[in-house]
């Protein structure tokens, strides 16, 4: 059985910094490519980030460009997402997902919650 | 960047066929996935490349995709059916992920 697991959300304050993990089980995860996607209160889906399954590639939605940053440590099967400076427009759920190449989001934890409020 | 347009909301009769549907330049180039959230809980795929579904799918849903538009058809509608859908892409252009803005489903 497939399971992700996020964790690390909470409440910060406007210009803080916050890092997520994502652990994997019952996967290889080596073989997978991750992303993740975040959903403000009530809005819709919105990709954030990707990383290759051998980390050698990394693609950023225009909104988190610069401020975010994707990475894996397979020997741990554990997927971060480091973000900076953020503001109240990052306030959202943040989900982490997997796929077996590029094609859907066959996998998906059950979300990080991010309040960014001062 | 490449965008996905979709209706807000789709109401139908239990029974009847929902139509829901992505449009985007030249979608029906790209491959096109759906997929279900309801409430409280994480998005499940309903279809992939574009007409392609899970097992675990029932056979109501199907999938179209020509021109500028992509379909979901969810045919005999079912009261569990009510739930949010978003179609995505993979941008080759930019290599990003882009969703849709999502539709709800109203079962009547």
């Known amino acids: 059985q497939v399971t992700l697991v996020e964790s690390g959300g909470g409440v910060v304050q406007p210009g803080t910094s916050l890092r997520l993990s994502c652990v994997a089980s019952?996967?290889?995860?080596?073989?997978?490519?991750f992303h993740w996607v975040r959903q403000a209160p009530g809005k819709g889906l919105e990709w954030v980030a990707f990383i290759s399954y051998d980390g050698e590639n990394e693609f950023y939605g225009d909104s988190v460009k610069g401020r975010f940053t994707v990475s894996r440590d397979d020997s741990k099967k554990t997927l971060y997402l480091q973000m900076n400076s953020l503001t109240g427009e990052d306030t959202a759920l943040y989900y982490c997902a997997a796929d077996r190449g590029p094609g859907p989001f066959d996998y998906w934890g059950q979300g990080a919650l991010v309040t960014v409020s001062s | 960047s490449f965008v996905l347009a979709q209706s807000p909301s789709v109401s139908v009769a239990p029974g009847d066929t929902a139509t829901i549907t992505c449009g985007g330049h030249?979608?029906?180039?790209?491959?096109v996935h759906w997929y279900q959230q309801k409430p409280g809980q994480a998005p499940v795929v309903v279809m992939s490349y574009t007409n392609d579904r899970p097992s675990h799918i029932p056979e109501r849903f199907s999938g179209s995709n020509s021109g500028s538009t992509a379909t979901l058809t969810i045919s005999g509608v079912e009261a569990g059916d009510e739930a949010d859908y978003y179609c995505q892409v993979w941008d080759t252009n930019s290599d990003h992920r882009v969703f849709g803005g999502g539709t709800k489903l109203t079962v009547l």
């Open positions: 019952g996967i290889t995860f080596n073989s997978l490519d």
């Open positions: 030249n979608i029906g180039n790209l491959d």
